[in-house]
């Protein structure tokens, strides 16, 4: 199976064959179970971690395990906002909604028997029905007490053909936001979720030469000269669109979904629509591609704070703008080991600077680093400051070495499964490894990155807005969801300005390049009948979110950070 992690890893590896892997070695797993719960049902196979000592332990005994308290939401980025705590969960139209005919993901998985390219491990067909059970599926995240709901108003519903604007999505979306309303559930819309219209770069045509004029029907791309900033404009319209119908009920806007992983999965190793790989061939357009969609963010930012005009929480900002990023626990490594040797420590640096730090440090200098090499060396002042807060997204580990350097633009290698060349560290408990991705929950790495971020921006506010484990065991998902809080939790005791987190996700979805195989909701999906039931993780998240509590016994059951329940 292609795993789309570990692929996002190899995006520095492209004439490598697909395959799986991940940041470190894998181990051999025992066979799964089953990860549906009755709602109110506690898993059956929940083994106790990190365990309280019994009253007559010794005294160089362990301290007891106490309840962490969460405060109540408040807002993403304003002041007043500081110490607040959301409980959310996340999803994202192209993975869910069935109907989506003119998306590039429907062409780019679409059978070529039937017109399409037939990429991927499965055709999205009708996802989940997440379209048609929009508002039932409301009754999910309520069901679980929680706070928020991030979720995408998917570009090619309502702009199927450039410039022609579909009245009966915009209205289904309206449906949506106002059941939210009234569960009490705050939405978050993210514009632009690794998908777009065929017409923003058709899959099915030719690349487009520099020089070539793009088309309503094609407009290259984000990588074309030419077609690029046009397409900046166009998502920087639907943007503002979004914002004038649904800024009465929404102040909280994500504008891009992971730019890193995203643009290196499409445009530098071609795993995701549209297919182009310059990542070897013609890295200054991959380049150019990241470039471009950095100023696609600042655009859509400005046209949300423009367009939405209503402060629709009271807290004094009518629209809180923000994005996320994939990020990684990267270890520097050699030979299959922890390394401190300078060329591999830089190697980590140097990754962990792409994927954590090199976009926002460009919104906030008004700078961007052509050679990622840390250095600034063009100034754009015009998006100095397009950031009111942070979306953090975690979910593994990864080795990385410097020897040797197979990347040739950044003297990097990481971790990819077979292919390690040395860069892969052993699993620290095999029962953390997450066998359908192919990497390591590495629960720690969390706090650590949030630490780190909070250290580098400290006036920057920080939400986890994706965090999950694909398992099809229960125990497994409620230990991913108290594990990650009580590291978030870590993080807020050392000051950090972290304000919630969105579990991902809501429920199962049609996972990219791996199908429908990952399985990684709160609610399992029954791909024939598409009922929904929850899992063991929703029993506790919801647990937790209603009382605002994580107590004593859900630590000791599903916490800490030794071994998890066996896959």
């Not at 290259?220 to 998502?235: A, K, S, T, Y």
Request: proline share 8%.
């Amino acid at each position: 199976m292609v795993r789309l992690k570990a692929l996002i890893l190899l995006g520095f590896l492209v004439a490598c064959d697909d395959g799986g892997g991940g940041g470190v070695a894998p181990p051999v797993a025992d066979a799964g179970g089953s990860d549906a719960q009755a709602p109110d049902a506690r898993a059956p196979d929940a083994t106790p971690v990190d365990a309280a000592p019994p009253p007559d332990a010794g005294p160089d005994a362990a301290p007891p395990v106490e309840a962490i308290d969460f405060p109540a939401p408040g807002p993403l980025a304003a002041p007043a906002g500081r110490g607040s705590f959301r409980f959310g969960a996340a999803t994202a139209a192209a993975q869910i909604e069935d109907g989506l005919t003119q998306n590039d993901w429907y062409f780019w998985t679409l059978p070529v028997a039937e017109g399409g390219l037939g990429k991927g491990e499965a055709f999205v067909g009708d996802a989940v029905q997440g379209f048609t059970r929009a508002v039932e599926d409301v009754g999910l995240a309520s069901a679980m007490h929680l706070d928020a709901y991030r979720f995408s108003v998917d570009w090619s519903r309502v702009e199927p053909a450039r410039d022609q604007i579909d009245e009966a999505a915009l209205a289904h979306y309206d449906q949506v936001i106002d059941a939210l309303a009234t569960a009490g559930v705050r939405p978050m819309i993210t514009v632009h979720h690794f998908s777009s219209p065929r017409w923003a770069h058709d899959l099915l045509a030719d690349d487009c030469p520099d020089d070539a004029m793009p088309t309503d029907e094609n407009l290259c791309g984000w990588g074309h000269p030419i077609g690029g900033p046009q397409l900046v404009e166009e998502l920087a319209e639907h943007a503002a669109l979004l914002a004038r119908r649904y800024g009465d009920r929404i102040d909280d806007w994500c504008t891009l979904n992971e730019p890193i992983n995203y643009l290196l999965a499409s445009y530098g190793i071609g795993i995701f629509p549209p297919g182009r790989g310059y990542l070897l061939p013609d890295f200054p357009r991959l380049v150019a591609a990241y470039r471009t969609y950095l100023a696609a963010h600042v655009a859509v930012y400005r046209a949300i704070k423009e367009n939405d005009t209503f402060d629709a929480d009271g807290d004094g900002i009518n629209a809180e703008v923000g994005l996320t990023l994939s990020v990684v626990k990267w270890e520097a490594s050699r030979m299959g080991m922890p390394s401190e040797a300078p060329a591999d420590v830089a190697a980590r640096d140097r990754v962990e600077y792409i994927y954590h730090y090199l976009y926002v440090d460009s919104l906030r200098t008004g700078s961007f680093d052509t050679d990622l090499d840390g250095q600034p060396d063009e100034q754009h002042p015009e998006w100095r400051g397009a950031l009111d807060w942070l979306g953090v997204q975690y979910y593994f580990r990864a080795g990385v070495t410097g020897s040797p350097g197979l990347i040739p633009a950044l003297g990097v290698t990481p971790c990819f499964g077979d292919f390690d060349f040395g860069a892969c560290l052993p699993v620290e408990d095999e029962t953390w490894w997450v066998p359908d991705m192919g990497y390591e929950f590495y629960a720690p790495g969390l706090h650590d990155i949030l630490v780190a971020m909070g250290a580098r921006w400290p006036d920057l506010p920080l939400t986890v807005t994706e965090a999950g484990i694909a398992t099809q065991v229960g125990a497994r998902r409620a230990e991913n969801v108290v594990r990650t809080l009580e590291q978030i939790q870590r993080a807020r005791d050392a000051g950090v300005d972290v304000r919630g987190y969105y579990h991902w996700s809501l429920m199962d979805n049609f996972e990219w390049a791996e199908g429908f195989t990952p399985k990684f909701g709160l609610y399992t999906v029954d791909l024939g009948t598409f009922a929904r039931t929850p899992t063991a993780g929703a029993t506790v998240l919801g647990e937790v979110a209603g009382a605002r509590r994580l107590t004593p016994e859900q630590r000791r059951l599903h916490g800490g950070n030794g071994p998890m329940t066996p896959e």
